[in-house]
Every structure is written in C-alpha cells, then in structure tokens.
C-alpha cells in the first residue's frame, strides 16, 4: 500500500491544515510514501530526516533562477527514449520512470510518476539495438524511475538481454526499493538478477533509521546472492549535513557489506533550494568523516555539472604545492612537507 497526499492527512503524519499546501504541491510534482517510510517519520519532531525527504512542503514551490527542469541534462543526451548516453563507455538505460516513493529532492522530478511510464516493446527494442550498435559502451546502468518495481520476469529478460550483448561487461541496477520498499525484494526478483557478466545493486539510503530490519534484510537477500552492492545518498541540508549522521550511516552500510559509492551534492531540480547547502560545506563534513572512519566508510563527495557537463569529484584537497615540494594535510588538520623526485624542483 502506498500513501498520497491525502493519505498523509488521514494517516496523522501531517496536520489537517497542511492540507491545502500538501495539495498545491502534488499538483506540481508525484507525491507517493510507502507504509514502511510512514511508519519511520516521528511526528513529534519538526525537524524529522525521513519527513524532511518525503513529506511534500510549501518551500518546493519557491524556483530560484539556477534551478532546472532537467538539471544534469538527461535530455541532451537521450539519442533515442529510454537511453542517456553521456559518457563514451556508459549508458544509462531507463526503462520505467515509477517509483516506490517520491524524494522531494529528486533530480527526475519533472519526468517522474503520473507523466512517466514504462517503456514499450518496441521502444525498449531500440533502446538494445541502440546499444548494441556502439561497442563502447562498456556498461549499462539501469536506472529510472525505479527498475526493481517491474516485475522479476521483466528484470530476467532485461538482464539476459544486456549480458548477451559482447561489448557489454557491467550491469549495474540503481534501487530504492530495499530501503523504501523491501518486501519486495523477493527470491524471484534476486534470481532474476543472475549472470555471468559482472551485475553490481546501487541502493540510495540518506540517513541511518532508514536501514530499519527489514531493509537489512532486503540487502542481504542481495549480497547472499554473490551480487556486490553499493550505495549512494544525497548530501540534504537538514537530514544528513552532520558528520556524526554520515558516519553513523555509512558504518552501517559497510556492516551490512553495502559500500558507500557517491555522496551527491544536491542537482538544481526546481523547489529543492531548501536542501542544498554549500560546497563548502560538505567538503569540511568530508574532511571529519575522514578523521572519524575508516576508508570503507568514505563515498566520493561528487557534483553533476548543470547542462549535462558530467559528474566530477568535489571533495576536499589534500596537497598543496609550494617552492619546496608538496604540502600534505593530514586527517587532523596539520601539514607535512613531502619533496619532490629527486633532482627536480618543486
């Protein structure tokens, strides 16, 4: 069962008089909860993490001029439907654009829910043979929309279709499902993932509550299964700009052998200005989260440069040059001087 924004209202989540702006906001963009996200906000707090990415508010009507209706410009790149094809040895492939839930912060927003749809036969043919015609393309990501929402006869058929493809080495799934939605998360829907071509599971978790049993569960049916499972999570003004909340986290990822990929500054997406904090910002959160943990706990800190310019690191740095050499900044703050090769000058 999933919950609108009526739903919210009915269920005690939201106050009656939220109504209206509840309201306003869906007529803009999907509004969807899943029981097992409802059952996680505290209704108690104002500030609640998992109300704050999934409770629609007044502040997603405010567009600032920067804010895009495609902010990592899929649309550029998209040479037939259901394909981006951004980087040379890359492909995302996008077979449905439904979700379990709706992020408040999405990227997708503008494409997703009622206005999305499932790609037809024909449709999903061109997006193989599209593929299939550029032997560059190393690695297909399918992503959405959510693909662990079709059934698992559709996931199989998917999977053996790209894994016979010869240039094709990795498959990788982009889910929420686990999280949001772990029930289904089934045998059938993991058996359909088998192949001998390298298939990895990226799951998308902002904040340590949402790992409840039953999405380590969920994840672990996964990992069983011989598949590696990586993560991504959205850096969220409010949910999880903490360094204490990131390291909780991601500490519970690795225990769960999920390893943290890509931590993501927020897209321009119209009405998500209210997430996004300063660059700044996260690379000082980057830099406590490497005092505080261990190397498997730490994602890469990345940026998607609006206009569909591509996906670059934008973590903190660690070396300075000067007329000596190198200067090196540990974990704590203080430089150490490391010299250049020998017989040369800095």
């Not at 686990?178 to 359909?192: I, M, N, W, Y």
């Not at 690191?313 to 007329?323: A, F, I, K, N, T």
């Amino acid at each position: 069962m999933t919950l609108g924004a009526d739903d919210l209202v009915d269920a005690g989540l939201v106050a009656p008089e939220r109504l209206g702006e509840l309201r306003r906001v869906a007529a803009q963009f999907q509004v969807v909860l899943t029981e097992e996200v409802a059952g996680l906000i505290d209704t108690a707090d104002p500030g609640d993490p998992i109300a704050a990415q999934f409770v629609p508010r007044a502040a997603e009507l405010e567009t600032l001029p920067e804010e895009q209706a495609d902010p990592i410009g899929d649309e550029r790149w998209s040479p037939v439907p259901g394909i981006v094809h951004r980087y040379p040895d890359r492909v995302l492939l996008k077979p449905s654009l439904v979700c379990p839930v709706y992020c408040r912060y999405c990227f997708r927003r503008e494409q997703i829910g009622a206005r999305g749809k499932v790609l037809g036969r024909a449709a999903l043919d061109r997006a193989y043979a599209y593929i299939r015609a550029h032997p560059n393309i190393w690695e297909v990501v399918v992503t959405g929309g959510d693909p662990f929402l079709l059934s698992p006869r559709r996931v199989a058929a998917m999977v053996q279709t790209i894994a016979a493809i010869d240039h094709v080495q990795v498959i990788r799934f982009h889910t929420r499902v686990p999280v949001v939605d772990p029930q289904r998360v089934t045998a059938r829907l993991v058996s359909a993932l088998a192949t001998e071509k390298a298939l990895y599971a990226v799951i998308h978790a902002n904040h340590p509550r949402e790992l409840t049993d039953a999405a380590k569960q969920a994840i672990g049916r996964i990992t069983r299964a011989g598949i590696p499972v990586l993560s991504q999570s959205v850096l969220l003004r409010g949910v999880n700009d903490d360094a204490a909340v990131l390291e909780q986290l991601f500490r519970a990822l690795v225990a769960i052998r999920v390893k943290p990929y890509y931590l993501h500054h927020p897209d321009l997406a119209r009405g998500t200005g209210h997430f996004r904090g300063d660059i700044a910002e996260g690379q000082q959160l980057m830099r406590e989260l490497r005092r505080r943990a261990s190397g498997l706990c730490q994602p890469t800190y990345v940026l998607d440069i609006p206009g569909g310019h591509g996906k670059v690191s934008v973590g903190p740095c660690w070396l300075h040059r000067d007329r000596d050499g190198w200067q090196v900044e540990d974990s704590a703050g203080v430089s150490h001087r490391y010299p250049p090769p020998d017989g040369t000058e800095a």
